[in-house]
């Protein structure tokens, strides 16, 4: 479980990620609280708690691949 540091701010989100995406996958879980996830035959669909930080460095791994 996350705990908030002081002057982060925990955000839920609610992720898409294709199944084939494992680094991205295990990114996730690495740096996030994952509350709930659904599979279906494409994608992951997650919800996550992450650090305004961490879903800023999320956005940026998915730009750079």
């Not at 479980?1 to 990114?27: C, F, S, Y």
Request: aromatic residues 4%.
């Amino acid at each position: 479980m996350i705990e908030a540091r002081l002057g982060q701010n925990i955000k839920p989100v609610r992720l898409d990620i294709p199944l084939a995406d494992g680094k991205t996958l295990a990114w996730v879980y690495a740096h996030g609280e994952v509350v709930g996830r659904r599979d279906d035959a494409e994608a992951a669909h997650l919800s996550v708690r992450l650090s305004d930080a961490d879903l800023g460095r999320l956005r940026h791994r998915q730009r750079v691949h």
